[in-house]
């Protein structure tokens, strides 16, 4: 073991504070990783704060941070796929048993033996894992992701979770050129979806609350902004969509989104509102239409991802910020202050003394 320096949170009221965490020395499969970057997910907050109790509850002291790329720094005897010097990446998953239905599909996300990159049981120390806002992290080789050499580091880390947690959606549904595709919510994951939606050649729409989103929306790759706030506007666009990606976790009206879906169209939860959504089933049952969800993406469907971003040019629209903001950062997160996803710089964490 060695130890790490870590920003963690205490309690679920404590803000996130500077300590030393435990890592395991790399085995055989590992790969050492120096972090460079690592975005700041919702899914980070709703842990650090135990909002998530009822399926997932929160072990203290909790070190978030999912969305991970640095340096690799060591690598075990048997690791092939990587060497000291060499650029890797590491999203919410760090382990699986890989003999599963789900792990045997490269579907490693929903392997009932899987290993979240935090707070979860930790298979090799005591107590639970520890994620990104550490200086470095130690990770089984088939769970580190190689970059492309084009892209900004700093903008790359949200690939790792809001980055595949649109893709995967978007290639399932056979998003492609001459398709209509939706997206609800312009925030880290809507962004991406834009982004994605528009390099797989789709006519991409984006749905916002707030008219002064719509020049970014554009700018991001939108072809149209509806309000839909504006009743005139939404229903121009009744029936005619083939697939819509929701990324709103606040609650909303559903119905409004699927009476724009096509015959036969399918719309995607991949935010995820506190309260059950109250859906009217004549607006599934007219048109043959689906109401899904979608959760990150499996290990080989990430490097897809992360290859495609490569070919197309695409990272997130990042804010960089320093360890010692973190807090801060929480904060503006809640009110969705920031364009469009927070990327710590981990050197920060290197003078934090
Ligand atoms: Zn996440
Ligand atoms: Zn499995």
Redesign the pocket.
């Known amino acids: 073991m060695y130890n790490a320096k870590a920003y963690a949170a205490a309690s679920d009221t404590s803000p996130l504070a500077r300590t030393t965490i435990a890592r395991r020395d790399p085995t055989e499969h590992d790969v050492q990783i120096e972090i460079l970057f690592c975005g700041i997910c919702h899914s980070d907050l709703h842990t650090v704060r135990n909002e998530w109790k009822e399926f997932m509850p929160t072990v203290y002291p909790c070190v978030p941070g999912h969305e991970i790329v640095g340096r690799v720094t060591k690598v075990g005897s048997a690791v092939t796929r990587f060497k000291p010097g060499d650029i890797g990446a590491v999203g919410c998953l760090v382990d699986?048993?890989?003999?599963?239905?789900?792990?045997?599909a490269g579907l490693?996300q929903?392997?009932?033996?899987?290993t979240y990159t935090y707070n979860s049981p930790d298979k090799h120390l005591e107590g639970v894992t520890y994620g990104g806002y550490s200086e470095s992290i130690v990770v089984d080789e088939r769970f580190v992701l190689r970059v492309p050499s084009n892209l900004d580091l700093a903008a790359v880390a949200p690939l790792l979770c809001a980055g595949i947690t649109t893709y995967s959606p978007l290639r399932r549904a056979g998003v492609t050129k001459g398709k209509k595709v939706g997206v609800v919510g312009l925030g880290g994951l809507g962004h991406m979806g834009v982004k994605l939606a528009d390099a797989l050649g789709a006519h991409v729409v984006v749905f916002s609350t707030s008219p002064d989103k719509k020049e970014d929306a554009l700018r991001l790759g939108a072809d149209e902004v509806v309000i839909s706030r504006n009743a005139d506007e939404m229903a121009k666009h009744a029936g005619s969509f083939d697939f819509i990606l929701d990324t709103v976790s606040a609650e909303h009206d559903i119905n409004a989104y699927l009476n724009l879906l096509a015959r036969d169209g399918k719309l995607t939860l991949v935010g995820a509102p506190p309260q059950p959504l109250r859906v009217a089933a004549f607006a599934l049952i007219m048109g043959n239409r689906s109401l899904s969800g979608s959760s990150i993406g499996g290990i080989p469907e990430t490097q897809e991802m992360l290859n495609f971003c490569g070919e197309h040019n695409i990272t997130a629209d990042v804010e960089v910020i320093p360890i010692q903001k973190v807090n801060e950062a929480y904060e503006r997160l809640l009110k969705s202050d920031v364009k469009y996803r927070f990327s710590i710089d981990m050197a920060s964490l290197k003078s934090d003394s």
């Not at 699986?96 to 045997?104: E, F, P, R, V």
């Not at 929903?110 to 899987?114: D, V």
């Open positions: 699986s048993d890989g003999t599963c239905d789900h792990c045997q490693e929903f392997c009932p033996n899987g």
